[in-house]
């Protein structure tokens, strides 16, 4: 499996997942219910995805709350097809693909001033397979590498949402095998796992790494 340049096996992946933050999984991915639901990408954003996303670790405050839930009323979610997947928005085949989540995303971080994580947790809870979850710390491990594919595109802003698609493709056969041993658990909260998206399961064995690795 790789993670930007880092690689890693099966079994360092397996145990990544499983020192992840469990009630942030718990409780932002799957809203406290065990057995899990496969989430779902949807439209609406309701006052309950808020304590979703005090569970996950980004503050919040009334003010921007109030912020966020107008944001949603007047974002133009469906320039952005619920079923896209990150792995398959190639910005080098559709770049007006990219142009829409691009402007979706720059609808809540700066023209409604949320910033970056309340931004991304808002679009991952309505897009699960396509908006990947960035930390600072994250932001700071694919900035190399968000810089050198943004040359190929002629951009002067870094693609990080490129450089976890890439990962992607590159995973496809890792992440298939991980999710069937994980599904094959007889651990609950592995079987839980199982259940998230490509996009999540990535983000979180990526920021349990950079964690690990800054310890």
Do not use: K
Request: hydrophobic share 45%; charged share 25%; proline share 6%.
């Amino acid at each position: 499996m790789r993670i930007g340049r880092t690689r890693l096996d099966e079994s360092e992946a397996w145990l990544l997942l499983h020192v992840y933050r469990q009630d942030a999984v718990i409780y932002f991915d799957f809203a406290g219910i065990l057995p899990a639901l496969d989430p779902q990408p949807n439209d609406v954003l309701t006052l309950a995805d808020f304590g979703r996303i005090l569970a996950l670790g980004v503050e919040l405050d009334g003010d921007r709350v109030s912020r966020a839930l107008i944001a949603a009323v007047s974002a133009n979610w469906g320039g952005v097809p619920q079923h896209v997947r990150l792995r398959d928005a190639d910005p080098s085949v559709d770049p007006g693909l990219l142009d829409q989540i691009t402007e979706l995303y720059t609808h809540f971080r700066y023209r409604y001033g949320l910033g970056a994580p309340l931004a991304l947790a808002i679009l991952h809870l309505r897009r699960p397979h396509l908006v990947p979850l960035f930390t600072d710390a994250l932001f700071v491990f694919y900035t190399p590498l968000a810089s050198e594919i943004a040359r190929e595109f002629n951009s002067s802003t870094p693609m990080f949402w490129e450089s976890i698609r890439r990962d992607l493709v590159f995973n496809r056969d890792e992440l298939t095998r991980l999710r069937v041993r994980l599904r094959a658990d007889p651990d609950e909260y592995s079987r839980a796992l199982s259940r998230l998206s490509d996009v999540r399961l990535h983000c979180i064995i990526a920021q349990q790494m950079v964690d690990s690795s800054s310890v």
